[in-house]
């Protein structure tokens, strides 16, 4: 029987393509929504609500360079701040909540959050379009 062999690259390959390219896709439909409950839950909150752009950066541009290879682990650190924030800002009644079906509530928010740390912990691995 012929073993696989080890490729850790390969791996940190495939779960920054799955962490940036799903959180690519959930900033794409807040961005067609204009923000708009961004910024109520920043006003809620009392922060400014020009502070919902920056969900922008951490959903659509940083998840960009991450899935590029490019200043990944900046990248990582501004997609961990930014749900760090939608978690307090937005979920934080549901941080010790089940949700209906027995899933954590947070799931996907956390998902996304402790992807984005283990993404700046590996870097980019070998594999990258773009250059360090």
């Known amino acids: 029987m012929k073993t696989i062999k080890q490729n850790t690259d390969l791996g940190i390959l ?8 799903l ?6 439909g807040n961005l067609t929504n204009g923000y708009v409950f961004i910024k109520s839950m920043m006003s809620k909150s009392g922060l ?3 502070m ?4 922008f950066i951490g959903e659509i541009i940083a998840p960009i ?9 900046i990248s990582a650190l501004f997609v961990a701040l930014t749900m760090f924030i939608a978690i307090l800002t937005t979920h934080a009644g549901e941080i ?7 899933g954590w509530a ?3 928010q956390a998902f996304y959050l402790f992807g984005a ?16």
Request: hydrophobic share 50%.
């Open 48 to 50: 400014p609500e020009f």
């Open 106 to 108: 947070i799931e996907l």
């Open 117 to 132: 740390i283990a993404i700046f912990y590996t870097d980019s691995g070998r594999y990258t379009i773009l250059t360090k």
């Open 23 to 28: 959180l690519i896709l959930h900033g794409i």
């Open 65 to 73: 360079f991450i899935l590029l290879g490019y200043r990944v682990r």
């Open 14 to 21: 495939i779960f920054r393509i799955l962490v940036a390219g």
């Open 52 to 55: 919902a752009y920056g969900a």
């Open 96 to 102: 010790f909540s089940l949700n209906q079906f027995g």
